[in-house]
């Protein structure tokens, strides 16, 4: 489904209270849907590498079941 502007729905892939509210500020509309993608730390693994790893595994996992 599309928004009236054309743009695809976002979805929040987080239960975190926090990000919920951050975007709620920021004015964005949105829908939460939480995953249950492992977000287990690799030994030696830089954060940035972490967190582009666990966030595309929770948007691989959230896509599934919300196309677009």
Not at 1 to 22: T, V
Request: proline fraction near 9%; avoid cysteine.
């Amino acid at each position: 489904m599309r928004h009236h502007n054309d743009k695809p729905p976002l979805i929040l892939a987080s239960a975190s209270p926090r990000r919920r509210e951050l975007l709620q500020q920021a004015g964005i509309v949105f829908t939460v849907v939480p995953s249950n993608a492992a977000e287990d730390v690799v030994v030696g693994e830089a954060p940035a590498e972490y967190a582009l790893r666990v966030a595309t595994a929770k948007a691989t996992e959230v896509a599934k079941n919300h196309p677009g």
